[in-house]
Every structure is written in C-alpha cells, then in structure tokens.
Antibody
Framework: QVQLQESGPGLVKPSGTLSLTCAVS?????????WSWVRQPPGKGLEWIGE???????NYNPSLKSRVTISVDKSKNQFSLKLNSVTAADTAVYFC????????????WGQGTLVTVSS | EIVLTQSPGTLSLSPGERATLSCRAS???????LAWYQQKPGQAPRLLIY???SRATGIPDRFSGSGSGTDFTLTISRLEPEDFAVFYC?????????FGQGTKVEIK
C-alpha cells in the first residue's frame, strides 16, 4: 500500500518561498507513475500545481509555472515543491499525490498540510 | 485550459435515495479521461471513478460513472450515511489537469 506524507513549515512570510517535501513509502518513486502536487485554499476547490517523473521531467500548471519548482530525490524516495514570491492567496492545504496508470488522475494522496502565508 | 462546471452546487437527499451529479466540460475531454473524487471534511480526496466509468480499487458498486465528450455523470444508486461529502470531477485529457468546483451532497 503506497503512502505519502507531506512535511514542511506551516507558516511562510509574504514574498518568501514555500517549501514542502513528500515522502513516499510502500512503493518506489522510480515506478512508472508521475507524482503531483495539488492545493486547496480553505473552503474552496482543488487546484493542480504540477507533477514530476522520476527522470526529472516536469509538467507545471501555466498559472503557477513562473513561481514553481518540483524536484525529485530518488535516494530518499521523495519529491519536493518550491513556490516562490508567495502571497496570502497561496494559503492553502497542500497535498502530494501519485498519478495513476494514466498520467493525470490521482490514486494515492497524502493527508495534506496547511501552509499559511502571513507576516 | 478545460473548464469543468459541476451541477448542482448542493444536493439535499436522504439515505437510500439516488444521487445524480453532473460535470460539463468547456471542450471535449480526450479519451474520456475524466475522474471523480469524494472528499470529506479534513480529509484528502479519494479517487472513485477514472476513465469516466471505471471504479477505482475498493469502491462500492453503488458508485457509477458515465458520459463522454463534454457531459459526464456520477450516480450513487442508494446513498449510505458515509457517502455524504463533496464530490469533484477532474479531467486529465489535456494539461493542465483541472477540477470542477464541487458538488456537496448533504443529508436532507
């Protein structure tokens, strides 16, 4: 059973950089799956941020592409998200997820971590 | 990007009733790459349906999906108490992957 666990600071200052890591257990990040980040502002809907393949190939949402970097660390079986120049609008629960057999649907999710942007 | 519009916004039903949720896409979804998720408060979404009509592992057969092109439907044949939640459709036929705004199924 694949499990994903997000970790990182819960509070980030405006104009700073949000950094999160997703640890994968029960499966290899070098499998044939892509790995994604999805966020959800409080009380609102879901927004896909981007995804990475174990080779390092990335695919980003154009709405965030200029501020996002997703990377993978195969030695630690984890992948990471960096979002720079954050504002209050980036306050959200951030989920990591595994894409299913077809790139783009999400069959396993982390429990999510709330990141608040505030001074 | 493909915009998904879900209706209704809220569905008020009693346990045992049938729920029909709609998801309409702004353009055709390639290869019927349309998924449905259930989300309960404080939890991550759970994949219910992928490929418009295939149930994910462990999903009860009271959940079914149908549709193609721009119109998709999630049906819950008989609502169980644990089914009341928010449901999202999502397309993955064309990047960026996008979600609908959600339909809340609440107890009447």
């Amino acid at each position: 059973q694949v499990q994903l666990q997000e970790s990182g600071p819960g509070l980030v200052k405006p104009s700073g950089t949000l950094s999160l890591t997703c640890a994968v257990s029960g499966g290899s990040i070098s499998s044939s799956n892509w790995w994604s980040w999805v966020r959800q502002p409080p009380g609102k809907g879901l927004e896909w941020i981007g995804e990475i393949y174990h080779s390092g190939i990335t695919n980003y949402n154009p709405s965030l592409k200029s501020r996002v970097t997703i990377s993978v660390d195969k030695s630690k079986n984890q992948f990471s998200l960096k979002l720079n120049s954050v504002t209050a609008a980036d306050t959200a629960v951030y989920f990591c997820a595994r894409d299913g057999e077809v790139q783009g649907d999400f069959d396993y999710w982390g429990q999510g971590t709330l990141v608040t942007v505030s001074s | 990007e493909i915009v998904l519009t879900q209706s209704p916004g809220t569905l008020s039903l009693s346990p045992g009733e049938r729920a029909t949720l709609s998801c309409r896409a702004s353009q055709s979804v390639s290869s019927s790459y349309l998924a449905w998720y259930q989300q309960k408060p404080g939890q991550a979404p759970r994949l219910l349906i992928y490929g418009a009509s295939s149930r994910a592992t462990g999903i009860p057969d009271r959940f079914s999906g149908s549709g193609s092109g721009t119109d998709f439907t999630l049906t819950i044949s008989r609502l169980e108490p644990e089914d009341f939640a928010v449901f999202y459709c999502q397309q993955y036929g064309s990047s960026p992957w996008t979600f609908g705004q959600g339909t809340k199924v609440e107890i009447k």
